[in-house]
């Protein structure tokens, strides 16, 4: 039995409990990623097992009907499934045990312990959190009013994010996404981090828990994994599962930070399941519950009346084009977008925050009449050297001629200096305005 199988059937040990006399179905067929069910009545969303022709069980999920029979989808691997192995239907959606002996702990998709290496989890311990939540009242929510501090100069100088916001960081690939993310678990002010990375390669995951995050970073955090190999419903079934986590710390009055690479690959995931169900494909391929999905995922993070959630949600620009339809719909979502530029990243400047096409929604309300007038500075003097670029590298802008530009031209250096930062630094808010006020004035 693999390590997967084994997870698997220990969750089911939760799960099964006394089913009377519940009507038990058959497997009438398998198509693709989708197993045809007779014999049974569940709902959307029912958390069912299989038991396959060795004798082990499979957890699945209701995903759809067609005509007299129920469509499922896999938790885990199809091997050994055959017509006529016996399904069990349990009643019950998919829930997540939460506590606080999650922390420092690296769990798969399905919220087992994914490192073998330490002691395995105390069922027993904490609560049962359904997946599928809700997001709080409108009229519940908590205004957002305080500075949530980085450590990054470039977020906290010129794109200053609040408790409780919800930011996009977008490029495409290669450019940095994931040192930021590990950057700011490592350096912020938070109580909690949940990291989800989703559809991420495996030798990724490791190289950001030891590398971007850290021991430090991880001893505050919970991660959890759901690589590009597992099916799709584990990957979308690990974005919910991580952002439940994040949901049981805020509840618990913590300052939750919620970071996710990538939305880009949840949407995938989503995309396959849709399409394997029978949904139509509409814009570039991807189905409407995506576009469903993307919404009312992103939506669940934020304040309540208890804590906050601050989201960082990386997404993967398909082919650097920031018009395409998911860079798209979660901008139009989110409260805030971080560009990062593969321009500036050619040119070694980490982390390659492209300012002038980046914004915080929310910086004007949460920042002082100072900070927002250094800010506003540095990003004129910005502008500036941009619109000129061009003329001033092949000459033909005659030093003088306007004081404006020859200002931005002098500030340039100091500017770009302030702007990168190495992933082991960290500046407090502080140390920040200080300077930024020294490379403006």
Known sequence: ?????????????????????????????????????????????????????????????????????????????????????????????????????????????LGNLLDCGLP?????????????????????????????????????????????QRVGIFSGSGVGKSTLLGMIARHSASDVNVIALIGERGREVGDFIRCDLGEEGLKRSVVIVATSDRPALERVMGAMVAVTIAEYYRDCGAKVIFMMDSVTRLCMAQREIGLAVGEPPSTKGYTPSVFALIARYLERSGT????????????????????????????????????????????????AADVLNSNSRLMLNLVN??????????????????????????????????????????????????????PEESFDLTDTIGQLERVTY
């Open 120 to 164: 395995p989890l105390n069922s027993d311990e904490g609560e049962e959190y359904p997946v599928n939540n809700v997001p709080p009242n409108p009229m519940e929510r908590k205004p957002i009013e305080s500075i949530l501090q980085t450590g990054v100069k470039v977020i906290d100088g010129m794109l200053t994010c609040g408790e409780g």
């Open 304 to 351: 309540s009346r208890d804590g906050s959630i601050t989201g960082f949600y990386n997404v993967l620009v398909d082919g650097d084009d920031f018009t395409e339809p998911i860079t798209d719909a979660v901008r139009s979502v989110l409260d805030g977008h971080i560009v990062l530029s593969r321009k500036l990243a050619s040119q070694n400047h980490f982390p």
């Open 1 to 109: 039995m693999t390590g997967i199988e084994a997870c698997n059937v220990k969750y089911l040990s939760r799960l099964s409990t006394q089913s009377g006399g519940r009507i038990k179905g058959k497997v009438r067929q398998v198509i693709g990623l989708v197993i045809e069910v007779s014999g049974i009545r569940p709902f959307i969303g029912e958390i069912c097992y299989i038991h396959s022709t060795s004798g082990t069980a499979f957890i699945a999920e209701v995903v759809g009907f067609r005509e007299k029979c129920s469509l499922l989808m896999p938790l885990g691997e199809l091997h050994g499934i055959a017509p006529g192995c016996v399904v069990e239907p349990t009643g019950k959606s998919f829930s997540v045990r939460v506590g606080e002996n999650l922390k420092g702990k690296v769990l798969d998709g």
């Open 369 to 422: 009449e100072k900070h927002r007038g250094l800010a506003g500075e540095a990003r004129k003097l910005l502008s500036t050297y941009e619109s000129m670029e061009d003329l001033i590298n092949i000459g033909a802008y005659a030093a003088g001629s306007q004081p404006e530009i020859d200002r931005a031209i002098q500030k340039r250096p100091e500017l770009l200096k302030f702007l990168k930062q190495e």
